[in-house]
């Protein structure tokens, strides 16, 4: 049973990055979140949070991961982190959608992931500056600011509530017309009483 949305901390994550996107996962009850490290010892984010890992990548449960949250990190940018590439290989092997924002994007590049589907990321050019394999440049859409295909979820750093809008999509959360709504509002401050007076 897929039940179980695992968010991947380090030393220096983006605590933010995924903040909106994590909140709407854990609202409706159904899924469970869990933060993974690289080992189990405490990290601190980029904004200062102290974190203590539930799990190491190596303990990852391939039969519940409903999904695996990259956020951003300088340690992309000086390509460590190989046995998070290793895992979100395993993880999309198994049927787990992956998701990656901002220079978390470049893990999922590095692990092939990016080579035959859309995506999107920091800037045109950016994943193949830092990942010589890359071969996905002509799949590369520079016009939105985060999009979902193939079973992964790419998303630029200024698009944290397009990423959450997208992970609310994967993961089937709420109707179609609650999630325009709540995009609506995070997105534009327009509630849904508000959007639905406009279009009448």
């Keep these: 049973m897929r039940d179980t949305v695992y968010f991947l901390v380090f030393d220096g994550f983006a605590d933010w990055q995924a903040a909106l996107a994590l909140c709407e996962v854990r609202r409706p009850g159904d899924w469970r979140v869990r933060t993974v490290g690289f080992t189990l010892a405490p990290v601190v984010s980029m904004g200062g949070l102290a974190v203590q890992p539930e799990l190491a ?8 991961a409903a999904m695996l949250i990259v956020p951003g990190g300088h340690l ?6 190989e046995s998070a590439v290793a895992a979100l290989r395993r993880l999309h092997a198994a049927g787990a959608p992956v998701a990656g924002i ?6 999922l590049a590095r692990a092939g992931l990016l080579d035959a589907c859309r995506h999107t ?9 830092r990942v ?9 859409d520079a016009n939105v600011l985060a ?4 079973g992964t979820i790419t998303a630029s750093h200024l698009g944290s509530v397009e990423f959450a809008r ?3 999509r994967t993961l089937d959360l709420y109707s179609p017309a609650e999630r325009e709504d709540w995009y609506r509002l995070f997105k ?7 959007a639905v007076e406009a279009a009448a």
Excluded: K, M, N, T
């Design 57 to 64: 990548l190596a303990e990852l449960d391939l039969q519940r």
């Design 102 to 107: 901002d220079s978390g994007v470049l893990a």
């Design 76 to 81: 992309w940018q000086r390509g460590e982190g």
């Design 147 to 150: 999009v979902s295909d193939g």
């Design 132 to 140: 010589p394999d890359y071969s996905g440049a002509d799949q590369y």
């Design 166 to 168: 997208e992970v609310i």
């Design 188 to 194: 534009h401050a327009l509630p849904p009483w508000v």
């Design 121 to 129: 990321g920091d800037w045109p050019g950016h994943i193949a500056s």
